[in-house]
């Protein structure tokens, strides 16, 4: 069984309002043996869509490369819109060594209890899809805590109540790739589609991601 890891430790900045919450990075993040553009970055993976969609959605202009700027570029941007990042996954075991989340065996997640309990600006989780959500739900139920869904549509939105506050939790379509099949799958993206033939799956992240991360859901 192969350990995976999480190679970085949470990102908070100070006065974070809405915290970024996945599972793990690919196992290549844990043994240092990065593809040309990947970034040494939570979410840094070249495969990835998540820092795609956010420089189309802020026009941020970022690098993609192992360099210190291309790190540095993306926390001044979490910085400034009061945004961390927090996986909800700290290590696993996998039998194969990939990075989909239905391979992950014996999860230790992250105290995501304790970040809420320090951090009392964070009003809303964002999960960068299903699994990191179903984690978190997980841990509420075993402390009893209501888990109540708002919007079944996509994306999914829930609240509970912890720490002297409600606290949002919207639940977005996966930035990896391999959640373009889902995506082909979805009403909404198929009508779209049928509309105007060059929208594509990531046409259909930016509106989604847009309307999450500037506040709008």
């Not at 809405?18 to 553009?37: A, D, H, Q, S, V």
């Not at 079944?152 to 949002?168: C, M, N, S, W």
């Amino acid at each position: 069984m192969f350990r995976h890891f999480h190679p970085y430790e949470i990102y908070i900045p100070q006065d974070t309002k809405k915290l970024i919450i996945g599972t793990l990075p690919p196992p290549r993040f844990c043994t240092r043996e990065f593809k040309p553009n990947d970034v040494d970055f939570p979410y840094g993976s070249e495969d990835g869509l998540l820092w795609k969609v956010l420089d189309k959605i802020y026009s941020l202009d970022l690098e993609y490369n192992q360099s210190i700027t291309a790190i540095q570029q993306r926390k001044e941007f979490l910085m400034r819109e009061n945004i961390g990042i927090c996986d909800i996954v700290s290590e696993c075991k996998r039998e194969k060594i990939n990075a989909l989340d239905s391979g992950m065996r014996e999860i230790i997640p992250r105290d995501i209890l304790k970040v809420l309990r320090e951090y009392t600006s964070i009003h809303t989780l964002i999960f960068t899809g299903v699994m990191p959500r179903m984690i978190v739900e997980k841990i509420l139920n075993k402390e009893d805590i209501s888990f109540t869904c708002k919007d079944e549509d996509i994306p999914q939105v829930h609240e509970f109540f912890y720490a002297k506050r409600v606290i949002k939790a919207i639940s977005l379509t996966s930035p990896s790739p391999a959640a373009n099949r889902s995506i082909g799958a979805n009403k909404t993206y198929k009508k779209k589609k049928s509309d105007t033939p060059m929208y594509n799956t990531f046409d259909f992240r930016v509106e989604q991601y847009e309307k999450v991360f500037k506040g709008k859901i």
